[in-house]
């Protein structure tokens, strides 16, 4: 994929995507047309086959197409129990899908509201057996294709949330773990949570949370308690909550058939683990060490964190964003020591279109490297993705060239931010602090050349020139 598209957003894909309108009665909606909805569904079939499923993204997509459909009928659903209430400007505005997310009732083990209502023909397609595990594989394509391309399908947004209620009516932990997760993690990041019943969804997620993990035993959900910890900067929590889950999982991941022998003095058949489901723990386990990295990191353990950085990366094949970030990490670790590695690891990261690597990729050049053109092209990619970091750092180049006119033109544009941005002014005022001697120099030179020019202008008005 060229960074050409990545920088842009992928625009052309922007302009596809779903748009709700409503109908004259305020209880029904249509979508559009479900064909122009799936983009690039090569991404999907090659994320199926790296993840190991023995079901084809083919094989799903029906019933992704089916619960698409369905939406209208579930928002009608919703609207006829009063659980969704619209005023008259929503109504004016069109719909909006935050309304059903945030008044989803909530999905119960071994019940079927959700799977009767969008998939009344069930999970049955050409004999292949479809389990909970294809429908979060399902979700989690539909959000590596999110966060990879960073375009937002509504639709599909609430499809997330549905293939998890649907897989907690069949009886699903995992997926039980993670809405509760999810819920509980909004709490902790003081995020207002937008549900018509805030305490009721938190005490539920909270009582799920408190079953899987002291009567079901549900290893994952130590993985989330650790994530909760370390969002809230409980460091020494999260890490004994780590490594407890690590210990319990990694065997279990590891784990070998016995000599053909004991299998048959003990009469046991040996259970490999389902592939797609060890593809699933090993993406946990890659989060896992890239937040212990995070956390030696902040304790200025260096040799710690690189340690687990690339543990993650592998563990990890099938999180391009989780990848991106453990590249980053590991190019702000290198240029410490090694600016050749960490050139490479912010390339790597600058290649998809992250933002942030653009800044550090110029900076190395400018001042490690010399190469003065190429330092120029990476600050001005970042320039064009309004990074004003990238600003600072042209200012400098413009500095060690003597441009002193194009870096004036710099500073009046950083002035200009920080009349639109206020909580940008603190970090001009840092900046200009800082290269308080470079701001000087260049005042004096432009003063210089402006002296110049007027007596110029003196001159040739004298002579009639």
Avoid at 199 to 222: G, R, S, Y
Wanted: glycine share 2%; charged share 25%.
């Amino acid at each position: 994929m060229s960074l050409f598209y990545r920088l842009n957003g992928f625009k052309l894909l922007k302009q596809t995507y779903t748009s709700f309108k409503r109908f004259n009665s305020i209880n029904t909606i249509t979508l559009p047309d479900f064909k122009n909805q799936v983009l690039k569904p090569k991404f999907y079939k090659h994320l199926f086959f790296k993840m190991d499923s023995d079901i084809s993204f083919k094989d799903t997509e029906p019933f992704l197409k089916q619960i698409y459909k369905n939406i209208p009928k579930l928002y009608t659903d919703l609207y006829s129990k009063n659980l969704i209430k619209i005023n008259e400007e929503e109504n004016n505005n069109g719909f909006k899908i935050s309304q059903m997310i945030r008044n989803l009732p909530i999905a119960k083990p071994l019940n079927d509201y959700y799977t009767n209502l969008l998939l009344p023909n069930g999970l049955i397609n050409k004999n292949k057996k479809i389990t909970y595990l294809e429908l979060l594989l399902l979700r989690h394509s539909l959000i590596q294709f999110k966060e990879t391309y960073r375009v937002y399908n509504k639709a599909f947004g609430l499809i997330e949330h549905l293939l998890l209620k649907i897989s907690i009516e069949m009886n699903s932990k995992d997926a039980l773990a993670i809405e509760s997760f999810e819920v509980l993690m909004n709490e902790a990041k003081n995020k207002q949570l937008n549900y018509e019943n805030n305490e009721l969804v938190l005490k539920n997620a909270q009582t799920n949370f408190k079953k899987l993990l002291h009567e079901d035993k549900h290893l994952t959900t130590i993985k989330y308690i650790g994530d909760l910890n370390f969002q809230l900067r409980k460091y020494d929590e999260a890490l004994k909550n780590y490594n407890d889950y690590l210990q319990q999982l990694v065997p279990l991941i590891n784990e070998k058939p016995p000599p053909l022998y004991k299998s048959i003095l003990t009469m046991t058949k040996y259970k490999h683990m389902n592939p797609l489901l060890k593809q699933f723990h090993n993406l946990d386990i890659a989060k896992t060490y890239n937040n212990i990295a995070k956390i030696y990191l902040s304790n200025n353990q260096i040799l710690d964190c690189e340690c687990f950085l690339k543990q993650s990366l592998i563990n990890n094949e099938n999180n391009m964003s989780l990848k991106l970030v453990t590249y980053y990490l590991l190019g702000l670790i290198y240029s410490t020591f090694d600016p050749s590695l960490a050139k490479q690891c912010f390339q790597i990261v600058a290649v998809e279109g992250f933002r942030e690597s653009f800044k550090h990729l110029g900076n190395l050049e400018m001042n490690y490297f010399g190469d003065m053109i190429t330092a120029e092209q990476w600050f001005q990619l970042g320039i064009e993705l309004e990074d004003t970091n990238c600003y600072m750092g042209m200012f400098d180049l413009r500095m060690k060239l003597k441009q002193f006119s194009q870096s004036m033109g710099i500073m009046n544009k950083l002035n200009d931010i920080s009349k639109e941005k206020p909580e940008f002014k603190p970090v001009l005022e840092q900046f200009i602090m800082i290269r308080s001697d470079k701001l000087d120099e260049m005042n004096k030179e432009m003063a210089f050349l402006q002296r110049n020019e007027s007596q110029n202008d003196a001159m040739n008005e004298r002579w009639g020139i």
